[in-house]
C-alpha cells in the first residue's frame, strides 16, 4: 500500500505490532488520530511513555505499582497475615474487584511450565517462601487457575513451604468455575464467594 507519507506508514505500522490490530485497523486508528487535536496525540503519546518508563514492580507482592510498595502492600488496615498467591496482576485485580478479601497477595508471574521452559527459578517463589519463613503469615490461599501448569505449580509452592516448619494453614479457593478458566473471566460474585468459601489446600490433592 502507498500512504502517500513515510510519517504515516510509520504510524500504521507501529500501531499494527499491538495485539488484535491488523493493517487495515490500524490505518483507520492513525487518520483518526490525525484528525483530532495535537494534544490528544501527545497526551496518548505520553501516557505510552510513562506506562513503559514509570509503572514498577512492587518489592514485596510482585504487583504492579507506581511506589516502591503497592497500594495493597501499604494499606496497614489490610490483613497482612494472609497471602493469596496468583499467577498474574489481572489475577489481583479480578478478586479485588470482588471487595472480599482483605489479605495482602504474591504475584507469581507465571505458572511452572516444563514445555514452555518456565520453571520455578522464573518465578517469584523465593521471595514468597522467604516472606513465609518470617513466620508473620498465618494463611496461604492458593489461587491459580486449575490447569495442570497451576497444580504442578501450587504443588511445588507447598512442599517448599512444608520444609519451612511454620504452622501454616494452606487453603484454595473453592471453585464454582469450571476446570481451567482463567480467574479472570469468572464472575465477581462467583469469585468473591470462591475465595470466602475456600477449602483446605490438602483436600485438593485428594482429587
Ligand atoms: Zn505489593
Redesign the pocket.
Known sequence: MDFSSKFLETAIEEIALLPGIGKRTALRLALHLLKQPQSQTTDLAKALVDLKTKVKQ?K??H?I?DKE??G??ANQSRDHSIICIVEDIRDVMAIENTEQYKGIYHVLGGKISPMDGVGPNQLNIESLVDKIKTGKVIEVIFALSSTMEGDTTNFYIYKQIQASKHSLKTSTIARGISIGDELEYADEITLGRSILQRVPFENSLKN
Open positions: 512492587c514485596s507482592c504487583n505499582s510498595l503497592c495493597i502492600c
